[in-house]
């Protein structure tokens, strides 16, 4: 997970930013409480407030509202990154630990979100459209990982380096949407920080 542009979650313009909102916000919801097969476009519509016809016009249907969904919190995402990369300090270590703690942010590791998530990494081998959403945060993840650690690794290193912590960071990503208590992220972050310094080989 890592890095979007900014993204119109619209496919029409015209929706009032706060009626967009409260529809994410309820497929959100209805994910986390029914999953992601229950959560129909009627039972989405019932907790927002609309009709089942808005949803039609503005997302074409249940799978254009779950591509929006999947865009606001990639956009979240991003956001979390670029803010924790602004407070830390410029060295690849001190970067790198802030795009691991962006990656387990509360936003990334609530409930809902979390469900989210895994039902959009699930779907993405049978929909092209959530397809290229994954793949192009797969890529941004990867990519800025292995540009910090080849600030002071090789080529090759790097991108050993880059595809350990990605792995890394995927996996106790996955593992945490799996459990039923909430995740601690203080764990993965420290495991992921050691690994970065052992890369880097800081003592």
């Known amino acids: 997970m890592i890095f979007i542009s900014q993204v119109d979650l619209m496919p029409k313009v015209g929706m009032q930013p706060i009626r967009r909102q409260q529809l994410i916000d309820a497929t959100l919801s209805a994910i986390n409480e029914l999953g992601f097969t229950e959560a129909s476009i009627s039972q989405i519509a019932q907790r927002a407030g609309v009709s089942t016809g808005i949803i039609s016009h503005y997302f074409q249907g249940k ?4 591509e929006a969904t999947m865009r606001y919190l990639l956009q979240q995402l991003g956001d979390a990154i670029s803010a924790s990369l602004n407070a830390a300090e410029n060295t690849p270590e001190q970067r790198l630990i802030a795009i691991v703690c962006a990656n387990f942010s509360a936003e990334q590791t609530d409930k809902a979100a979390m469900k989210t998530w895994l ?28 540009h910090e650690f080849a600030k002071q690794l090789d080529r090759e290193q ?12 995927d996996g106790f990503w996955l593992r945490g949407s799996l459990m039923t208590t909430d995740l601690d992220a203080d764990l993965p972050i420290q495991i992921c920080a050691d690994y970065i310094r052992q890369q880097l080989n800081i003592h």
């Open 119 to 146: 039902a959009f990494w699930a779907n993405s081998m049978h929909q092209p459209d959530l397809h290229r959403l994954q793949q192009v945060n797969h890529y941004r993840l990867h990519s800025n990982i292995k």
């Open 158 to 169: 790097a991108e050993r380096a880059a595809q350990g912590l990605a792995a890394l960071i």
């Open 63 to 66: 799978h254009g509202l779950i």
